[in-house]
């Protein structure tokens, strides 16, 4: 018999009810009942708490943890977005738009890992669905267990039985507890379940990886504390026309979140992209104007990146400008400053701007190539394929300095190109007579437009 009973509260003002309303009476909020456990009384103990203690204050200093507690997930890309690898008895969200692949990774990861036992339950696809997909990914592994089951109970009851080192729910939407009689996918499900798994995990030091789904507007779906519980969240993107998925860190408690890991989606699942550049800029063997590459660094990785730019003549009256990739505030800001410190005018044109492989990037370092690119368009005058640049451009229009600007240029010289083009005040400790690749340095907005024409 559960011990446990539900009341639903008024989210805004705590108000209490036994039944759900669509309106609270004391505060008069709509839609803001949900469900909550209350009075646990004496709690049962779950199947995977054979013989775990209660915890008591101990000093932080006492506190013994082992230097391995790391758990290589088979996939290099996975590991560098996890910090180095799975921490146990950590839980990571993994949120993603429909069909993005979420599924697909987090088997493959399952399939990959070695040596481990991985149970993995599914709660949206049958077995014979699963064991498809593993048969397109095309790896055998005895370690790794199907379960399809969605009440939490009868999880915990099959993890006390086969002792699993990893769990992986696929996916938090289609659990539910007994203890709630809301449907799964409600709030208070979600939000209940996630506790459970949460708690599963500090006490056994099992760790477990949820899937989410996301809602319209790319949140994942379920309270918004969902993120706070878990100690690392992740998100999966990336354009449906590509083969290109990034995977991304939004929270992680154990390592970086500028960190990205990048797959490319084919017949026979995830590859893991090791190398950006090369893949980002192979499309290109004419030289062609609007085109300019950008010197990034997402995390610790260098990449370069092309950005293509489309100028021209205003069609209808108000000029169009649209941007994929990059940040439509951004590109009006960086035009603006164009039009203002500049010889050259573009208010009266069109600019669509183009991220090369449906990458978005944060750096802004890809600032200077935005503009070149702006001007090679405008111009018509093809950069010349073996320039890139690093920098980013102020409102005053001055080029300013940006991180690591070393590892830019030596990736640039790494991958065959002759010139790069940085700021001036990032030059401090870089002897350019150690570089094979001509460096040039630039201070505002006036000197790039004379350097490029
Ligand atoms: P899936 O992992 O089911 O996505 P999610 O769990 O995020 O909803 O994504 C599956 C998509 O990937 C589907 O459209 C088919 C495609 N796919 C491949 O292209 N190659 C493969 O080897 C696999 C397994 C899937
Ligand atoms: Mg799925």
Same mark, same amino acid.
């Given at each position: 018999?559960?011990?446990?009973?539900?009341?639903?509260?008024?989210?805004?003002?705590?108000?209490? *009810?036994?039944?759900?309303? &669509?309106?609270?009476? !004391?505060?008069?909020?709509?839609?803001?009942?949900?469900?909550?456990?209350?009075?646990?009384?004496?709690?049962?103990?779950?199947?995977?708490?054979?013989? *775990?203690?209660?915890?008591?204050?101990?000093?932080?200093?006492?506190?013994?943890?082992?230097?391995?507690?790391?758990?290589?997930?088979?996939?290099?890309?996975?590991?560098?977005?996890?910090?180095?690898?799975?921490?146990?008895?950590?839980?990571?969200?993994?949120?993603?738009?429909?069909?993005?692949?979420?599924?697909?990774?987090?088997?493959?990861?399952?399939?990959?890992?070695?040596?481990?036992?991985?149970?993995?339950?599914?709660?949206?696809?049958?077995?014979?669905?699963?064991?498809?997909?593993?048969?397109?990914?095309?790896?055998?592994?005895?370690?790794?267990?199907?379960?399809?089951?969605?009440?939490?109970?009868?999880?915990?009851?099959?993890?006390?039985?086969?002792?699993?080192?990893?769990?992986? @729910?696929?996916?938090?939407?289609?659990?539910?507890?007994?203890?709630?009689? *809301?449907?799964?996918?409600?709030?208070?499900?979600?939000?209940?379940?996630?506790?459970?798994?949460?708690?599963?995990?500090?006490?056994?030091?099992?760790?477990?990886?949820?899937?989410?789904? @996301?809602?319209?507007?790319?949140?994942? !779906?379920?309270?918004?504390?969902?993120?706070?519980?878990?100690?690392?969240?992740?998100?999966?993107?990336?354009?449906?026309?590509?083969?290109?998925?990034?995977?991304?860190?939004?929270?992680?408690?154990? &390592?970086?979140?500028?960190?990205?890991?990048?797959?490319?989606?084919?017949?026979?699942?995830?590859?893991?992209?090791?190398?950006?550049?090369?893949?980002?800029?192979?499309?290109?063997?004419?030289?062609?104007?609007?085109?300019?590459?950008?010197?990034?660094?997402?995390?610790?990785?260098?990449?370069?990146?092309?950005?293509?730019?489309?100028?021209?003549?205003? !069609?209808?009256?108000?000029?169009?400008?649209?941007?994929?990739?990059?940040?439509?505030?951004?590109?009006?800001?960086?035009?603006?400053?164009?039009?203002?410190?500049? *010889?050259?005018?573009?208010?009266?044109?069109?600019?669509?701007?183009?991220?090369?492989?449906?990458?978005?990037?944060?750096?802004?370092?890809?600032?200077?190539?935005?503009?070149?690119?702006?001007?090679?368009?405008?111009?018509? +005058?093809? @950069?010349?394929?073996?320039?890139?640049?690093?920098?980013?451009? &102020?409102?005053?229009?001055?080029?300013?300095?940006?991180?690591?600007?070393?590892?830019?240029?030596?990736?640039?010289?790494?991958?065959?190109?002759?010139?790069?083009?940085?700021?001036?005040?990032?030059?401090? &400790?870089?002897?350019?007579?150690?570089?094979?690749?001509? +460096?040039?340095?630039?201070?505002? +907005?006036?000197?790039?437009?004379?350097?490029?024409?």
């Amino acid at each position: 018999m559960s011990k446990t009973k539900s009341t639903y509260f008024c989210q805004s003002c705590g108000n209490q *009810s036994s039944k759900w309303l &669509g309106k609270c009476p !004391a505060c008069g909020e709509w839609n803001s009942f949900v469900e909550e456990v209350v009075s646990s009384g004496k709690e049962e103990k779950k199947p995977y708490q054979k013989n *775990s203690k209660k915890p008591i204050p101990q000093s932080i200093s006492d506190i013994s943890f082992e230097k391995e507690s790391r758990i290589n997930t088979g996939m290099e890309e996975l590991n560098r977005v996890l910090g180095g690898g799975m921490v146990s008895g950590s839980v990571i969200l993994v949120g993603g738009e429909p069909g993005i692949g979420k599924s697909t990774l987090m088997l493959q990861m399952a399939l990959k890992i070695k040596g481990l036992r991985i149970l993995y339950v599914s709660g949206e696809e049958s077995g014979r669905q699963l064991k498809m997909r593993a048969d397109r990914i095309g790896i055998e592994n005895q370690d790794c267990l199907i379960l399809n089951e969605t009440s939490t109970n009868e999880i915990f009851r099959h993890i006390g039985e086969v002792e699993p080192n990893m769990v992986v @729910i696929d996916s938090i939407q289609t659990l539910h507890t007994d203890v709630l009689e *809301s449907s799964a996918g409600s709030i208070s499900q979600i939000r209940e379940t996630a506790a459970e798994m949460q708690k599963f995990s500090k006490i056994t030091n099992i760790p477990v990886v949820l899937i989410g789904h @996301i809602t319209k507007d790319g949140n994942i !779906a379920g309270p918004k504390i969902l993120e706070h519980m878990v100690d690392t969240v992740l998100n999966f993107e990336g354009d449906r026309h590509y083969g290109f998925r990034i995977l991304r860190s939004v929270k992680n408690r154990f &390592g970086s979140t500028s960190e990205l890991g990048i797959f490319e989606m084919n017949s026979s699942g995830l590859r893991e992209v090791t190398n950006p550049s090369e893949l980002l800029l192979s499309q290109r063997d004419e030289n062609v104007s609007g085109v300019a590459i950008a010197a990034m660094i997402e995390g610790q990785r260098p990449m370069l990146i092309e950005v293509q730019a489309l100028v021209g003549p205003a !069609a209808y009256g108000t000029p169009q400008r649209s941007a994929t990739g990059f940040d439509t505030r951004r590109m009006n800001m960086l035009l603006a400053v164009l039009e203002k410190r500049s *010889s050259y005018k573009v208010s009266t044109k069109d600019v669509f701007l183009n991220i090369a492989g449906g990458i978005r990037v944060d750096d802004p370092a890809i600032d200077l190539a935005v503009i070149a690119s702006v001007l090679s368009s405008a111009e018509d +005058i093809p @950069i010349g394929n073996n320039v890139c640049f690093a920098a980013e451009v &102020g409102l005053s229009g001055e080029i300013r300095a940006v991180s690591r600007t070393e590892k830019r240029i030596s990736e640039a010289e790494k991958l065959g190109f002759e010139k790069i083009i940085v700021s001036k005040y990032s030059l401090k &400790g870089i002897e350019k007579q150690n570089y094979k690749i001509e +460096i040039v340095a630039v201070k505002n +907005i006036q000197d790039i437009v004379d350097e490029l024409f």
